[in-house]
């Protein structure tokens, strides 16, 4: 399973754009990176998921450099909902299994 | 689409009893489920992988006669805490995958928090 690296925490306030930064410099040819939300005592949420390039849904984008070792995660105008933790996550294909690091705990203050 | 519910949300038993946690996937037939716990402030640990139909593939140091999976159709996986102690207090967290599609994306349960006294 390719390891993944955030960073711990993050502050924002509301209104702001919010990247979160993952390295996953041992990414396999075919493993796709996903990003979940966790909300406390909640199970994690599926936000976005991509292979390449820059993919966009209604929550967030996500953006993937050419060599694939990292992707950052978008939050455009985050609001105080936002406020959770972040993982990212590459696999998915070779290996079903999901290898969750620390997450990244975003805080969003108004 | 694509959800996930477990039930119970909660549970409180004392110690020595078994609990059993059922996972269903409600808009999709999972060939695959996984099984994850979460202490307090940490990150998922993956405790088992569950098939449809055969034994389940547990994970490092996870006993498996303590955490008994059964994956009996495609809608439904449960976890049977055995003899649950105070240790296995926990947040315990099912995903669940189509299979055989790439990306497999998993999508997870609510979680169900177990307090054992």
């Known amino acids: 399973l390719a390891k993944t690296t955030q960073p711990i925490s993050m502050d924002s306030y509301e209104g702001q754009e919010v990247n979160i930064t993952c390295s996953h410099n041992?990414?396999?040819?075919?493993?796709?990176i996903t990003w979940y939300q966790q909300f406390p005592s909640q199970g994690p949420r599926f936000i976005i998921q991509?292979?390449?390039t820059k993919v966009t849904n209604e929550v967030a984008s996500l953006f993937i450099p050419a060599d694939r070792k990292s992707s950052t995660l978008s939050l455009p105008r985050v609001s105080l909902s936002d406020t959770a933790v972040y993982y990212c996550?590459?696999?998915?294909?070779?290996?079903?299994?999901?290898?969750f690091g620390a997450g990244t705990t975003v805080t969003v203050r108004a | 689409g694509a959800v996930v519910s477990q039930h119970p949300s909660r549970v409180i038993c004392k110690s020595g009893t078994s609990v059993k946690i059922e996972c269903r996937s409600l808009?999709?037939?999972?060939?695959?489920m996984f099984w994850y716990r979460q202490f307090p402030k940490k990150s998922l640990m993956l405790m088992a992988t569950?098939?449809?139909?055969?034994?389940?593939?547990?994970e490092q140091g996870v006993e498996k006669d303590k955490f008994l999976i059964n994956h009996a159709s495609l809608t439904l996986s449960t976890l049977t805490v055995t003899s649950a102690h105070p240790e296995d207090s926990s947040f315990y967290i099912c995903?669940?995958?189509?299979?055989?599609?790439?990306?497999?994306?998993?999508?997870f349960g609510p979680g169900t928090r177990l307090t054992v006294l």
């Open positions: 808009d999709f037939q999972a060939t695959t």
């Open positions: 995903s669940a995958a189509l299979g055989q599609v790439i990306p497999d994306t998993q999508y």
């Open positions: 991509g292979y390449k």
């Open positions: 569950s098939n449809e139909g055969s034994k389940a593939t547990y």
């Open positions: 041992n990414i396999a040819t075919n493993d796709y």
């Open positions: 996550l590459v696999g998915l294909t070779n290996d079903y299994k999901l290898s």
